[in-house]
């Protein structure tokens, strides 16, 4: 759950989202903040948060917050 | 659909190319048929309907890539439209490209798989060879904005040579190479940007790039005008240590696919999900080797829209099949057909 719990305020701050939205139910480009630039913004945030790598092509699979615990497990992170 | 997804790298032969794409673009053929009525209407006005029996990958019907800009091409409800990819042209109208959400990360994807082949499989520290305004936000909907987005997924420490206004940033291009130069990075840019802001930088300052991967893309029109060659752009960055040069040739109407420069030569080559075929614009039929013509782009990416089998308003010619550092046709872009209407940087990568 640790992982997760760092992974919601890598969102709200990535992202700048506001209070009372749960980075749980957005998805890539379903909400304003979440757009091709705050892609780029959350990816760097993750791999610094997390100290991991993060690649191209799982890049492309982080469109939701479940997806994005998935890619992190993936390349290692701990929570 | 996973063999399209492997498939974003430069393998296959000629015969197996027609033999692999073949089946796939008329299933596709049949597919838009029975899912976009435009282009239905289309084929049917052209005499053709879908068939089973096409013998060459020459034979399948193509739409004409300017009817994207007054048709709405659709394979999908509207309700699945994940996401529309906009081809601004200078004068003319906009095309509009309706991707699901499938379609988005299909294209994404196979983007991926054909730049790994340049890039590797590791986002590099990347240099924009524009301005930060251009990806600013709400700035996104212009055809470099979404280009340079989309090419920034495959990079990291991104970093713009031009500053909000537009002026060079020398700073920060210093910063980036004192950090980064040391190892591979990518350069990214427009070809005519590349060439009139970061190439006078690099000769003045005397900036090493050695080891920079070069993928640049927009064409050579401004280029051109300004009489300088494909040859000579090499040549001059080239002179600056920057040895790993790769033009891409793409439309925003098969939005996804992009035709690679080879490592050492200039001409470009077909991932294995697409083809190229030069008409002559005379008889329409396929030019030989050699004879420049009309480039037909064809792809197995497009299944949210009918843009899998699309005649340019490009010329080119194919310089060889199955001869060259990759397999397959390799070929390159002569220009705009001269009667074609200014379409202004219209290339895109675009965004999922």
Redesign the interface.
């Known amino acids: 759950m640790v992982l997760e719990e760092r992974l919601r305020g890598v969102f709200v701050q990535a992202l700048e989202l506001e209070d009372g939205v749960d980075p749980g139910v957005i998805r890539y480009r379903n909400h304003p903040r979440w757009d091709s630039l705050g892609h780029m913004t959350l990816i760097v945030a993750m791999e610094s948060e997390f100290d991991v790598e993060i690649g191209p092509e799982q890049l492309i699979e982080i469109d939701c917050f479940d997806a994005a615990v998935k890619v992190l497990r993936d390349v290692g992170a701990h929570g | 659909m996973t063999t399209t997804l492997r498939g974003g790298r430069f393998t296959l032969s000629q015969p197996e190319r027609e033999a692999k794409l073949l089946p796939e673009l008329a299933e596709l053929t049949a597919h838009h048929y029975a899912s976009c009525a435009p282009y239905a209407r289309i084929l049917a006005a052209m005499d053709e309907s879908p068939r089973r029996d096409y013998a060459h990958c020459r034979d399948l019907p193509w739409l004409p890539v300017r009817l994207f800009k007054h048709h709405t091409f659709k394979s999908v409800p509207d309700a699945e439209v994940?996401?529309t990819v906009t081809s601004s042209g200078t004068t003319g109208d906009a095309s509009r490209i309706y991707l699901d959400r499938a379609a988005a990360?299909m294209q994404?994807?196979a983007l991926?798989e054909t730049?790994?082949t340049v890039i590797g499989?590791?986002?590099l520290p990347m240099l924009i060879a524009d301005s930060s305004a251009t990806?600013?936000?709400g700035g996104?909907h212009s055809t470099r904005g979404?280009a340079i987005?989309?090419m920034?997924?495959?990079g990291?420490n991104?970093t713009f040579l031009l500053d909000a206004d537009d002026q060079v940033d020398l700073p920060a291009v210093r910063a980036f190479l004192a950090a980064h130069g040391e190892r591979p990075f990518l350069v990214f840019g427009f070809t005519y940007l590349i060439w009139s802001r970061l190439h006078p930088v690099l000769v003045q300052e005397g900036l090493d790039l050695s080891q920079g991967v070069l993928v640049h893309t927009g064409g050579w029109k401004k280029l051109a005008d300004r009489a300088v060659s494909a040859q000579e752009f090499r040549r001059g960055l080239e002179l600056c240590g920057l040895r790993r040069v790769h033009d891409f040739y793409g439309m925003a109407e098969q939005i996804g696919t992009v035709f690679l420069q080879g490592p050492d030569t200039h001409d470009l080559y077909c991932p294995d999900f697409a083809d190229v075929i030069i008409r002559d614009p005379q008889t329409w039929r396929e030019a030989p080797v050699g004879t420049p013509g009309v480039i037909e782009v064809l792809s197995t990416l497009p299944r949210s829209y009918p843009g899998h089998v699309l005649l340019t308003e490009d010329l080119g010619v194919v310089h060889g099949i199955d001869d060259g550092e990759w397999p397959g046709k390799r070929f390159s872009v002569l220009g705009r057909l001269p009667r074609a209407e200014a379409r202004g940087c219209s290339d895109a990568v675009g965004?999922?």
């Open positions: 994940f996401t990360s994404q994807r991926s730049l790994r499989s590791h986002r990806v600013a936000r996104t979404a987005l989309g920034m997924m495959y990291k991104h965004t999922p």
